[in-house]
C-alpha cells in the first residue's frame, strides 16, 4: 500500500530565506510523486513532477525536488522564499499497486515573514 | 482556455436535503475525479470515473453519488445520507494514456459547501 507523510503541518520562514518542505512515501513499485500548491480558497496547482526520469526536478516558480530512494523522500526545496509563496503544499505518490490512484499528505502551510 | 469550472463557489443548504456540485471541463481529459477537502487532512477521494457512463467508487463515496453522461461533466451529489457533509469540495481531472499513473490532475477551484 502507498502513502505519503509531509513531516510538518506549518513552516515558517522569513521572504529571501530558503525554504524545505519535507515528505517521505511507502511505495511498493516505482512511483510517481508529485508537488502541488493551493493557495486559499483555489484548487491545486501542480509544481513539478518525478516519474522515473531525472531524480533532481526542476518545477514553477522557482521550486525543484531531489527523489532519494534510499530515503523514500521527495523533499521541495526553494532558495529564496517569496511573500507570494505563502500557501498548503501537497506532496502525492501514486504506483500502480494502487490502481494508478493517487495518495495525498495532509499538507504543509508555508508562513512567509516580510 | 482550458480549464474546470466548479459551480457555485459557496453554497448553504439546510440538514437533510440533498445538493448537487457541478464540474464542468474543456480539457478534452477522459478521467475526472472528486475529492473532499477538510482543514489538516489534505484531499479523500470520493468517486471517479474514467469513460462517459462509468464511475468508481473512491475512499470516501458513503453518502455521495454521482453520473457521468457526458466527457464534459462530473456532477455531485450530497445526499442527506452524508453524516458531515460540510466541507471544501475539489474536481479535478486528468488526461489517460499509456502512463496513466504519472498523468498530473488538473484542478477546478472548489465549491464550499455548509450544511446548517
Known amino acids: 500500500a502507498q502513502s505519503v507523510t509531509q513531516l510538518d503541518s506549518h513552516v515558517s520562514v522569513s521572504e529571501g530565506t530558503p525554504v524545505l518542505l519535507r515528505c517521505n512515501y511507502s511505495s511498493s513499485y516505482s512511483p510517481s510523486l508529485f508537488w502541488y500548491v493551493q493557495h486559499p480558497n483555489k484548487g491545486l496547482q501542480l509544481l513539478l513532477k518525478?516519474?522515473?526520469?531525472?531524480?533532481l526536478v526542476k518545477g514553477i516558480n522557482g521550486f525543484e525536488a531531489e527523489f532519494k530512494k534510499s530515503e523514500t523522500s521527495f523533499h521541495l526545496t526553494k532558495p529564496s522564499a517569496h511573500m507570494s509563496d505563502a500557501a498548503e503544499y501537497f506532496c502525492?505518490?501514486?504506483?500502480?499497486?494502487?490502481?494508478?490512484?493517487?495518495?495525498f499528505g495532509g499538507g504543509t502551510r508555508l508562513m512567509v515573514k516580510p | 482556455d482550458g480549464g474546470i469550472t466548479q459551480s457555485p463557489k459557496y453554497l448553504f443548504r439546510k440538514e437533510g436535503q440533498n445538493v448537487t456540485l457541478s464540474c464542468e471541463q474543456n480539457?478534452?481529459?477522459?478521467?475526472m475525479y472528486w475529492y473532499r477537502q477538510d482543514p489538516g487532512q489534505g484531499l479523500r477521494l470520493i468517486y471517479y470515473s474514467q469513460i462517459v457512463n462509468d464511475f468508481q467508487k473512491g475512499d470516501i463515496a458513503e453518502g455521495y453519488s454521482v453520473s457521468r453522461e457526458k466527457k464534459e461533466s462530473f456532477p455531485l451529489t450530497v445526499t442527506s445520507a452524508q453524516k458531515n457533509p460540510t466541507a471544501f469540495y475539489l474536481c479535478a481531472s486528468s488526461a489517460l494514456g499509456t502512463s496513466i499513473y504519472n498523468s498530473p490532475l488538473h484542478f477546478g477551484n472548489g465549491t464550499r459547501l455548509t450544511v446548517t
Open positions: 480539457l478534452n481529459h477522459d478521467a
Open positions: 518525478y516519474t522515473s526520469a531525472a531524480t
Open positions: 502525492v505518490v501514486s504506483d500502480m499497486d494502487a490502481g494508478n490512484m493517487l495518495t
